[in-house]
Structures are given as C-alpha cells and as structure tokens.
T-cell receptor, first 111, second 113 residues
C-alpha cells in the first residue's frame, strides 16, 4: 500500500539543527523528495534522493535514507527564522511519477 | 519567467457554478499534474497527463474534467461546484523519463460560498 507518515510539529531554537523524519511503506519507490511550503505559497522543491543512495548533502540540508527501515530524514543545519514552514516528504513510483505526500511537518523556529 | 503558472490565484464562487483553472509550464516538460490540498494541508494527486494523454486518474468525481490542449497546458474544469471542493489546487510538471522531480505552481485557492 501507499502511505507516507511524518510527525506534525517541530519547534527549534534559531541556530540549532532541525531534523524532520518521515517513514514510507512502498519499497518500490524510486525517488524520495522534500518540499517546503511557506504560508500562502506554493510547493518549493528542496531536495530529493534516489532510492539507491543513503545520503545527500546540499549546503545546510542533509538527507538520510534508510531503505531497510523505509525511513527518510531531513536535517537543516543552523536553522533560521526563514526556515519556518511546512515540510512535506513525498515518494514517487517509477513509471507514472505519481507523488504520494505525507501530511507535512510544521517547523517553527523561535529566537 | 515563471516556470509553472496557474490562473487565477484566488477563485470565490457560489455552489452549483462551473469554473475553470488554467495551468501553463515553460519548462519543456512532457507531463503535467493536478493536486488538491485540503484544509488540513493534505496533498493528493488528482490527474496526470503525459504528452496530452491521461495517464493518472485517481478517484475524482466526474464533475472534474481536465483538458490538455498541448503538453505545455493542463486546465481543470469543475462543474456544479460543491462546498467540499473548497481547497487549494496545485498544478505541477515534470519530465517523465528518468522520473525527474515535479515543479509546482503557486496554487489556486478555491472558495465555495
């Protein structure tokens, strides 16, 4: 079946690292994605990882993938107030590239 | 130079009316999508077209009819609008070959009175 789960809320202090976790059920997923949605805005592609990789780093963002446990995480280093948003984890299945989204994690960054 | 653009950004209308949302992408992608985001922010795919052909059609009422005149455009027409249709509708596009990531528009917020 298709199911992607995320915790709903995360609160961090400015300057700390944030870690947002996601689990998925479909082992045939080819890519896993992180999208960011700021209030009233669209979905911004942050980063993505191919299912045969276990880590990807892009500036302040680090994605870790544990394919055995079907667990994906997004670490944001030196979190800033501008990082406050909803972060969506999504998996895609090969072929039609259909995205299955998690419910989103609302990240709040406080001083 | 917007990559995926949707119009209108806001749409307020009465129950029972028919409305359309337009989407255009200038990324040269061959596949376009419509997603619905409900009031709890949950996102679900509705339709997908590849080179003007329907390839994904989730369980969506047939009041919703997508139309793709060419691969750069995917419009969504909704007949007999209901209160439950209130949501944000997102258009996206991607290159299907190689499972390239989807790029999203800014969304159309539809409110039914």
């Amino acid at each position: 079946g298709e199911d992607v789960e995320q915790s709903l809320f995360l609160s961090v202090r400015e300057g700390d690292s944030s870690v947002i976790n996601c689990t998925y059920t479909d082992s045939s997923s080819t890519y896993l994605y992180w999208y960011k949605q700021e209030p009233g805005a669209g979905l911004q592609l942050l980063t993505y990882i191919f299912s045969n990789m276990d880590m990807k780093q892009d500036q302040r963002l680090t994605v870790l993938l544990n394919k055995k446990d079907k667990h994906l995480s997004l670490r944001i280093a030196d979190t800033q107030t501008g990082d406050s948003a909803i972060y969506f984890c999504a998996e895609s299945q090969s072929g039609y590239n259909k995205l299955i989204f998690g419910a989103g994690t609302r990240l709040a960054v406080h001083p | 130079d917007t990559a995926v653009s949707q119009t209108p950004k806001y749409l307020v209308t009465q129950m029972g009316n028919d409305k359309s949302i337009k989407c255009e992408q200038n990324l040269g992608h061959d596949t376009m999508y419509w997603y619905k985001q409900d009031s709890k922010k949950f996102l679900k795919i509705m339709f997908s077209y590849n080179n003007k052909e329907l390839i994904i059609n989730e369980t969506v009422p047939n009041r919703f009819s997508p139309k793709s005149p060419d691969k750069a455009h995917l419009n969504l027409h909704i007949n007999s609008l209901e209160l439950g249709d209130s949501a944000v509708y997102f258009c996206a596009s991607s290159q299907l070959t190689g499972d390239q990531p989807q790029h999203f528009g800014d969304g159309t917020r539809l409110s039914i009175l």
